[in-house]
């Protein structure tokens, strides 16, 4: 068998202070060959990702950016024209939300066995937003994001039928789709059972969060992140991947106490890459949101913790989306700030009204919180999605494509 050698490569990791150190581009280049069978062997491939992580080249910033676009170059391809023409259809245009998709997505990796926050967080969303919710079984918690749904009862979607061919039709019936990880990344199993055998967390482990199959048609997201040093990483590759034509509104949030998402017990670092007011390039806006700013109070960690099996957290999801949470649960309300924070990112809450449905009598909460943002609008909007019934909707209509086409 003939292997592609990166030993060039892994001599310039080894010895990262030399005259010529390794490139983002080589990196990349070598982090595709990860994708092919037997391009690579199993010994240097280890070998590339330990290295990457002991050197901490794998918490660079164009490093991130750039392996991130090799895994989604990679990935199956989408027919953007008929992903377009579906994504049209719909006409959500409001405020400075300019009707594209979104996504909230985090890195995982968190120790306190939290609920399902984010994926709940993306149904809320979906009322008012088209939602591309990118996600994958649980790697390090009980209950991961495809976890959680294909748990629902007594139907839950079917996640084989999301894929790249299908992802059009799941748009021209429901404003939400889940870009089930293994579908749209078929390379990955080539990687499988190497990251199995490693047993450690690599780089991986990070990009799973900037490899959304449909970067380029990304308006939004809110990205969480679990170690404070990555905040500003993966802002600065945000705005790397903005600066060549992905989602131009981002914000990355690492909650104090470890949580890749905002927390409800206290303080939230966000790190929110956007234009510029005076439309030269992009900036990074640096901080903190408290649960105040959303107009709640603290509530501890414990308070947010998930049940002991999928099934558990797909039950409070459907109770939540039911409306059969008391409105102070405090799982609601953290999923009600995560829901505001991809809404107030989308640029939705900019508008000087509101067109929600029944129940909304268009008055908008104009006050303005840290960063800018309108925090209290984003939870105003979101309280409204569930209390409506219309997330409840969005997830039957993406259970009811996604069994339609898995037929």
């Given at each position: ?149 294909s ?88 705005r ?55 107009g709640f ?31 102070d ?25 509101s ?16 960063g ?33 086409l898995?037929?």
């Amino acid at each position: 068998m003939s292997y592609t050698s990166i030993t060039p490569l892994l001599k310039k990791l080894h010895n990262p202070r030399s005259s010529a150190p390794a490139t983002a581009e080589e990196i990349a280049s070598s982090f595709a060959l990860l994708f092919e069978e037997d391009k690579i062997s199993p010994i240097q491939a280890a070998t590339f990702l330990t290295l990457l992580s002991a050197t901490s080249r794998d918490k660079d910033a164009d490093v991130i950016a750039a392996c991130a676009a090799q895994m989604r170059n990679a990935a199956s391809p989408v027919d953007h024209t008929a992903l377009l023409q579906a994504k049209n259809g719909h006409q959500r245009n409001e405020g400075s939300y300019m009707g594209g998709l979104c996504d909230i997505v985090g890195t995982g990796g968190s120790t306190h066995r939290t609920y399902n926050i984010s994926t709940t967080a993306s149904l809320v969303a979906s009322s008012l937003l088209l939602m591309s919710k990118h996600g994958n079984r649980a790697q390090t918690s009980i209950s991961g994001a495809a976890d959680i749904l294909s748990s629902i009862a007594p139907t839950p979607p079917n996640l084989t039928a999301s894929n790249a061919q299908n992802l059009p039709k799941f748009y021209e019936n429901s404003s939400y789709a889940f870009l089930f990880a293994p579908n749209f990344h078929p390379g990955m199993r080539h990687a499988a059972h190497l990251r199995r055998e490693m047993g450690i967390r690599t780089i991986f482990n990070l990009l799973g969060p900037l490899a959304s199959p449909v970067e380029d048609m990304l308006e939004a997201r809110v990205v969480g992140v679990t170690e404070a040093v990555l905040g500003p990483v993966f802002a600065e590759a945000l705005r790397i991947s903005a600066s060549k034509k992905g989602a131009l509104k981002a914000m990355v949030v690492r909650g104090m106490e470890g949580l890749d998402e905002i927390s409800c017990a206290g303080a939230t670092e966000c790190w929110w890459v956007r234009e510029r007011e005076e439309g030269k390039g992009m900036e990074i806006v640096l901080f903190e949101l408290q649960p105040r700013d959303f107009g709640f109070e603290r509530h501890d960690i414990s308070e947010i913790k998930g049940g002991d099996t999928p099934k558990d957290n797909a039950e409070i999801l459907v109770r939540l989306l039911e409306g059969r949470l008391d409105r102070d649960d405090p799982i609601l309300e953290v999923v009600l700030m995560n829901a505001a924070a991809m809404l107030v990112v989308s640029g939705i809450c900019e508008a000087e009204t509101s067109q929600m449905g029944e129940g909304d009598d268009g008055s908008v909460l104009k006050e303005r919180g840290p960063g800018g943002g309108w925090w209290k609008e984003g939870v105003r909007r979101a309280r409204w999605a569930v209390e409506s019934g219309s997330a409840l909707q969005s997830l039957r209509a993406f259970t009811e494509v996604s069994n339609r086409l898995g037929k």
